[in-house]
């Protein structure tokens, strides 16, 4: 963040609502000079409220490293796997690209789910059964869409060509969100208005935790109890029962009219095929069941050149070859665990466990217990690794596409920036060896949630936007776009200002000369 003149926080009470007032921070989107001023009302001496007010309070006074750890101990998780340090960073962070941020309020409770709907605007939901549209540049509000009745689990979005909706002619962009009260909503994103309501059918939407579009066949699925298949237009298509009964937690496509649904502790593979009875309508085929793991499959991930990933609940990363469907490369991004800790009842039962897989095509990178893995797939070894990189489980692991950091986000209420060092970075073009090692370096340190991180969403040049428990949703920006943004919008206001009463000065001249 930018900081003028710090002044002291200031806490003000009544016997009916309690005010948090922050003064002297200057964050994107504030107007004037750069004040700020953050409310939290109705909070009623609420734990969460006292954990903003500190925590806003160390970020404008460049905390100390004791600080550091004191916040992450009153945020993160008591109940930590063992006793270790986690890589700390001083208070002066010259690479870190953010620094300012950007409060969104206006949930009510867990904020899950966060979905990019275009260049500009993105989409959150959680456990208040809403979603709300936002503007990133500005922090609009833009909609609020309101229709489910229990906690969104699951969320995408869906490009039709036009025409393809009979319910809106014109809509090219849908945005589509199941919930745990059995129903699959499509909305308008322009106007936040549902545009059909997908009901419970003989039990088919119980549980559906994971949403897949097929844009190139102009379809997509929702998994749960049952694994569906849709048209465009939210015209149910086929439903096949799940294998042995487990629920469908993650869906990827592999390659042409494929797709790998995880279920427990297997891996099963469906084809797009044409029904018998309706040779116009495509229909769920299962083709394979794959059962390597050891324990439940928690990740799954698409890679280019016929590959596909596969992260399990006791570490281990699997790489699959999508042209013969079998096992390519079996890898343990775990470390060894004492056995005292696996009979501890008191820690984590898959305290390296994989929550998330992402890549650049290049590298993949896995969210690895409380730690962070980086796995190369030219020289198919494990280059990097950060075990302690936060207090608490880390649940995603971003690549950020302008400045290519990686970013962590953790249950113990922190975003970390990386930097990952190739040996090979700064030489020619060459076949990596296994002797080269890399390193991951902590480069930056975001303080921002007062609760668990749930998700990350890279929007490039506007910044970076997180969520967490705390019902919050945080844009981070870098300081010097975010304020040439606001100087231009100041300017273009005062020009249209100006415009309005010139226009005003030469309406009352004529009225005058009449």
């Known amino acids: 963040m930018e900081s003028g003149n710090r002044s002291p926080l200031r806490l003000h009470e009544s016997p009916l609502k309690m005010a948090v007032v922050v003064e002297g921070v200057s964050v994107a989107g504030a107007a004037g000079a750069g004040r700020f001023r953050l409310k939290r009302r109705n909070f009623r001496g609420k734990e969460s409220s006292l954990r903003l007010l500190l925590l806003l309070d160390l970020a404008e006074r460049a905390p100390s490293r004791s600080l550091r750890r004191m916040w992450s101990w009153l945020v993160g998780k008591r109940d930590a796997v063992e006793s270790k340090e986690v890589l700390e960073i001083g208070d002066v962070q010259p690479s870190n690209p953010f620094t300012e941020l950007q409060v969104l309020a206006g ?16 989409a959150s939901a959680g456990d208040d059964c809403r979603v ?39 809509q090219s962009t849908v945005l589509l969100t199941a919930s745990s009260d059995k129903t699959i909503i499509m909305w308008d994103i322009n106007t936040g208005q549902p545009l059909k309501i997908l009901a419970n059918s003989e039990g088919s939407l119980i549980s559906v935790k994971c949403l897949l579009v097929l844009r190139e066949e102009a379809l997509w699925l929702s998994g749960g109890k049952y694994l569906l298949l849709w048209s465009q237009d939210g015209t149910l298509l086929s439903k096949v029962a799940t294998h042995r009964q487990e629920e469908v937690s993650s869906l990827i496509r592999i390659k042409d009219s494929l797709v790998a649904a995880a279920m427990g502790k297997c891996l099963v593979l469906y ?12 229909q769920l085929q299962q083709l394979k069941a ?32 999508s042209g013969n469907l079998a096992e390519h490369r079996k ?20 305290p390296c466990s994989i929550a998330h897989l ?8 896995a969210a690895v217990g409380s730690g962070i893995c980086v796995y190369d797939l030219t020289s198919q070894r494990l280059v990097a690794c950060q075990r302690n990189a936060h207090n608490s489980q880390v649940l995603q692991v971003v690549k950020l596409q302008e400045s ?3 970013v962590s986000c953790s249950e113990d209420g922190t975003t970390r920036i990386w930097k990952l060092h190739s040996p090979a970075a700064a030489q020619l073009p060459r076949r990596r060896t296994a002797s080269e090692r890399w390193s991951l370096g902590l480069v930056g340190d975001l ?7 749930q998700m990350l969403l890279d929007f490039e040049k506007h910044g970076l936007a997180s969520c967490s428990t705390d019902q919050l949703i945080i844009v981070w920006k870098e300081g010097e776009r975010a304020s040439l943004y606001r100087n231009s919008l100041a300017r273009n206001l005062n020009r249209h200002y100006q415009q309005t009463c010139k226009s005003e000065t030469t309406s009352f001249d004529d009225q005058n000369i009449i």
């Open 290 to 321: 794959l059962t390597v793991h050891a324990e439940h499959v928690h990740s799954l991930l698409s890679l280019q050149g016929g590959w596909f990933a596969s992260g399990s609940l006791d570490g281990e990363l699997i790489l699959w070859n």
């Open 447 to 453: 303080i921002g949630h007062s609760g668990a991180l």
């Open 107 to 122: 949930h009510t409770d867990i904020v899950r789910l966060l979905v990019r709907l275009d260049d500009y605007r993105f």
């Open 331 to 350: 890898v343990a991004l775990h470390a060894p665990i004492s056995p005292q800790l696996q009979k501890s009842h008191c820690s984590q039962a898959y």
């Open 404 to 406: 290519g950091l990686l």
């Open 271 to 282: 084809g797009l095929e044409y029904g018998k009875e309706t040779p116009r309508q495509r």
């Open 132 to 170: 709300i549209i936002w503007n990133v540049k500005s922090g609009e509000k833009m909609h609020v869409c309101q229709g489910h009745s229990r906690p969104i689990t699951a969320m995408t979005v869906l490009s039709t060509a036009v025409g393809d909706l009979e319910i809106h002619k014109l």
């Open 358 to 365: 992402s890549t650049d095509s290049q590298c993949v990178f």
